[in-house]
């Protein structure tokens, strides 16, 4: 699959995202087993007010890619979620079963000290 040309945009679509009970175990577990100098790095960094709060800036990229949320993963994809930079890559339809029942919004409801 094509990718998004996702370099150099500095988290430009990385704001809060909804999150679900199940993502948010995930993600605490993540970022109980970081390495404590890497997690406290990641948290210290200056970020633009709405930008997600695991968006790490230094590095260009998501500082927990692997336990990311689905809405991440779908992102530039799908008809609903698409990219200004590459829109001809969103050829998808979200179906009803890909919303689901979330525990709220990531960077707005759920902050750092909710995954110490
Ligand atoms: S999905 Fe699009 S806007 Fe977001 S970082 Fe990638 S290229 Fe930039
Ligand atoms: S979890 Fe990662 S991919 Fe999703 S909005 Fe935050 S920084 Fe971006």
């Given at each position: 699959?094509?990718?998004?040309?996702?370099?150099?945009?500095?988290?430009?679509?990385?704001?809060?995202?909804?999150?679900?009970?199940?993502?948010?175990?995930?993600?605490?577990?993540?970022?109980?087993?970081?390495?404590?100098?890497?997690?406290?790095?990641?948290?210290?960094?200056?970020?633009?007010?709405?930008?997600?709060?695991?968006?790490?800036?230094?590095?260009?990229?998501?500082?927990?890619?692997?336990?990311?949320?689905?809405?991440?993963?779908?992102?530039?994809y799908?008809k609903?979620?698409?990219?200004?930079?590459?829109?001809?890559l969103a050829t998808k339809?979200?179906?009803?079963?890909?919303?689901?029942?979330?525990?709220?919004?990531?960077?707005?409801?759920?902050?750092?000290?909710?995954?110490?």
């Open positions: 699959m094509e990718s998004l040309p996702c370099l150099g945009c500095k988290g430009l679509c990385c704001g809060p995202v909804p999150v679900t009970e199940n993502e948010l175990k995930r993600i605490k577990k993540k970022i109980k087993t970081m390495p404590s100098k890497i997690r406290s790095e990641l948290e210290s960094q200056n970020r633009y007010f709405g930008t997600c709060i695991f968006y790490d800036i230094n590095n260009d990229r998501c500082g927990i890619h692997s336990v990311r949320p689905e809405i991440c993963r779908m992102f530039g799908y609903e979620l698409v990219c200004f930079r590459n829109p001809e339809n979200m179906e009803p079963s890909d919303f689901k029942v979330y525990a709220g919004m990531l960077t707005i409801d759920f902050t750092w000290d909710d995954f110490k």
